[in-house]
């Protein structure tokens, strides 16, 4: 069964500070792999979509970086802003194809960042 | 621009009543799912439809039915619930299998329903 880590479960950095957030999973056989934010009593936002071929994505001052082989993920933020302030989900894809599109979540990182 | 739409927001309902939960995209997505959360589980897959007209099991199906009534919708049923499961219910959904768009597996969320059951 894939079983999907986060560490740290919570944590609070001063605003402009980058963030790290690490995500670890057991099984390699993913088909991709997909951060999330949610934000208290709200539904999930997509943030960054890696692919399994993929080593990283970027979208402006997020960036994913994927080691399919160690199974780690580690998405960085850089110069954090209080609007950074949420709850951070890792979750892989255990389809094999397009079609089959079933996501394990680790339980989240919960970032404060302070002004 | 709704995206994935859940209704009811809130309920409450005592041991051994139903409910169905509601769910609708406007996205034109093949793939639909539930989910629930849980405070120290995380969320987990309840059930799925890969398509119009298919639905499989995910990890925490017991309790629980699925229909998937068309494309844009996908409900949820607690034939008589228990406490166990009070939880925050989400709806998603997602483009899965469009040929050559990478893209298709991101799946976009609902705001979620909150249930208690006392």
Not at chain 1, 34 to 57: A, H, M, V
Not at chain 2, 11 to 22: C, E, N
Request: glycine fraction near 10%.
């Amino acid at each position: 069964k894939q079983e999907v880590t986060q560490i740290p479960a919570a944590l609070s950095v001063p605003e402009g500070e980058n963030l790290v957030l690490n995500c670890s999973f057991t099984d390699s056989a993913i088909y991709n792999l997909q951060w999330f934010r949610q934000d208290p009593g709200k539904g999930l936002t997509s943030l960054l979509l890696i692919q399994s071929s993929q080593r990283e994505q970027t979208s402006g001052r997020l960036n994913a970086s994927l080691d399919k082989s160690s199974g780690r993920s580690t998405l960085y933020i850089a110069a954090s802003q209080p609007g950074d302030s949420a709850t951070y989900l890792c979750a892989v894809n255990l389809g094999k194809s397009r079609w089959n599109n079933r996501l394990a979540f680790g339980k989240g990182n919960q970032v404060v960042v302070i002004p | 621009n709704a995206g994935v739409t859940q209704t009811p927001k809130f309920q409450v309902l005592k041991t051994g009543q139903s409910m169905t939960l509601q769910c609708a995209q406007d996205m034109n997505h093949n793939s639909m799912y539930w989910y629930r959360q849980d405070p120290g589980m995380g969320l987990r897959l309840i059930y799925y439809s890969a398509s119009e007209g298919t639905t499989d099991k995910g990890e925490v199906p017991n309790g629980y039915n699925v229909s998937r009534l068309n494309k844009r919708e996908f409900s949820l049923r607690l034939e008589s619930a228990a406490p166990s499961q009070t939880s925050v219910y989400f709806c998603a959904s997602s483009a899965s299998g469009t040929s050559g768009y990478l893209g298709g597996n991101i799946q976009y969320f609902g705001a979620g329903t909150r249930l208690s059951v006392l």
